[in-house]
Each structure stands twice: as structure tokens, then as C-alpha cells.
């Protein structure tokens, strides 16, 4: 095979382990993965497509399998699913800036789309504000605290664990 087919290899090889990690993850906190107050253990991925492209496709077919399994409503699927999907493009997009500024696009998205998602779709009783304040706590102990200690975790092996994809 030569190098431009192990590249793709590599990079199904590793949004395929990363989708995997983040379902495990969820399914392992369902508990409080879900609602107007949720900690969503697996989001700390969504600092992965700072090492690696292929952890866009990752934590977004993560994220849309885990609410499938978990029997997340439609609404909830697709735009629970795109929230985690523009998060993660985003912070590949800052990938040269500040680590501090990785976590913040899947904060932003999650905090504005959820809250619209748990109001419409799971008929929430809670105003959208302070379910997007809720729902922003839960993304910031998970993408900001969490996903900033993977990366701190994960940075110092990046050239090892992550080869390079494109």
C-alpha cells in the first residue's frame, strides 16, 4: 500500500477508535449525560481534532451513535449531533492558537443548540437562558476542565499517538 493509503487508513483507523471512546464514555455516564443539567464525560474529546483531523468525524459519529444507543429523541440526534459536529470543526480551526481557546467552540455550540433541543424536543419546563447557562456549566467541566487535561495528557505524545493524517 503506499503512503497516501495508509494515511487513510490511519485516519478511518483513528476517528473510527475516537467515535468508539466517546460512545463507551457516554453510555458509561448516561446517568448524567443527559437533561438540563448534564456532565457529558465524553465531550472532553471534542479537544481531539486539535491533534488530528480525523477527530472531527470522531467525536461527531461518537456523539450521534451514543444518542441513538441511548434512545435520544430525533431532534436530539441530528442537532445534539451537529452541535458536537461544529464544535469540533471549530476547534480544529484554533488548533495553532492558545490550548485555552480549543475548548471553547463545543462549549458555545452545545450551550446554544441543547438548551433549544431539551425545550422543543423533551419539553424541558426550564426558560432556554437558564437551561444554555446549565447546559454551559456541564460543556466547561467537560470540554474545559476535562478536555484540557486530555490535552494536557495527550500533548506531550502528539507526534507518537498522532501521526500525521493529511
Known sequence: ???????HVL???QAAMI???????????ASFAFGPVQIRLSEALTILPVFTPAGI?????????????????LPDVIFGSLATLIGAVFT???RNQSKFLAPLPPIIANAVVVPFVLKYAY?????IPFM???????EVVSCGVLGLILYGALNK???????KTV
Open 1 to 7: 500500500m503506499n503512503s497516501n493509503g495508509q494515511i
Open 157 to 163: 505524545y502528539r507526534n507518537i499517538i498522532f501521526k
Open 92 to 94: 480544529w480551526m484554533l
Open 123 to 127: 419539553m424541558e419546563p426550564f426558560p
Open 11 to 13: 485516519f478511518v483507523a
Open 132 to 138: 444554555m447557562l446549565t447546559v454551559g456549566i456541564g
Open 19 to 29: 467515535a468508539a471512546i466517546y460512545v463507551v464514555l457516554t453510555v458509561i455516564g
Open 57 to 73: 468525524p470522531g467525536v461527531f459519529l461518537g456523539c450521534l451513535i451514543s444518542n441513538i444507543i441511548t434512545g435520544a429523541l
